[in-house]
T-cell receptor
Framework: DAGVTQSPTHLIKTRGQQVTLRCSPK?????VSWYQQALGQGPQFIFQ???????QRGNFPDRFSGHQFPNYSSELNVNALWLGDSALYLC?????????FGPGTRLTVL | GDSVTQMEGPVTLSEEAFLTINCTYT??????LFWYVQYPGEGLQLLLK?????DKGSNKGFEATYRKETTSFHLEKGSVQVSDSAVYFC???????????FGTGTRLTIIP
């Protein structure tokens, strides 16, 4: 059984660009959450998707948006990138409880 | 709002030493408490959890007890190994609100 997968593994963008990160949840999981982990910090909750709708949102600007597809996979989109968006972006999937994390996408904004 | 305060690192210990990493929390409601571990270049792995007061979570020789009276969930291990070197995160989640709130992490290095 494949766990949570994320793509790409690494990504380099320049300021002002847009980026899309992808996540496939663990089999049987219907809820996907996204977290941002800046260097040396703990993960910060961005938002959570369930039944293709955003169910909760953390303290992130509208530049951060997402989507969940009927197969429960999800995308995280970030517009107008700035240097402070450089971080490891983690996806976690769950079904009625424990969250399982993917390996993350390392985004570098130059 | 919910918050987790975690022992500052980095922590360096010799192999077979006793480990304690402190964690305290503030939460509305009745949180579940977690310890996650992050090995270099990898995502987070759940190490152990406790869902109510006085519960003890344990895994791979690590233990933590949910202390409601002191709002704490300290991580302990009696004899650490070099393979335990990683970053450890304390986290809380409130039932019905699956968002996790994390501490800042404690980097642990074990030297032979």
């Amino acid at each position: 059984d494949a766990g949570v997968t994320q793509s790409p593994t690494h990504l380099i963008k320049t300021r002002g660009q847009q980026v899309t990160l992808r996540c496939s949840p663990k089999s049987g999981h219907d809820t996907v959450s996204w977290y941002q982990q800046a260097l040396g910090q703990g993960p910060q909750f961005i938002f959570q998707y369930y039944e293709e709708e955003e169910r909760q949102r953390g303290n992130f600007p509208d530049r951060f948006s997402g989507h969940q597809f009927p197969n429960y996979s999800s995308e995280l989109n970030v517009n107008a990138l700035w240097l402070g968006d450089s971080a490891l972006y983690l996806c976690a999937s769950s079904f009625l409880g424990e969250q399982f994390f993917g390996p993350g996408t390392r985004l570098t904004v130059l | 709002g919910d918050s987790v305060t975690q022992m500052e690192g980095p922590v360096t210990l010799s192999e077979e030493a006793f480990l304690t990493i402190n964690c305290t929390y503030t939460a509305t409601g009745y949180p579940s408490l977690f310890w996650y571990v992050q090995y270099p270049g990898e995502g987070l792995q759940l190490l152990l959890k406790a869902t109510k007061a006085d519960d003890k979570g344990s895994n791979k020789g690590f233990e933590a007890t949910y202390r409601k009276e002191t709002t704490s969930f300290h991580l302990e291990k009696g004899s650490v190994q070099v393979s335990d070197s990683a970053v450890y995160f304390c986290a809380l989640g409130v039932f019905g609100n699956e968002k996790l709130t994390f501490g800042t992490g404690t980097r642990l290095t074990i030297i032979p």
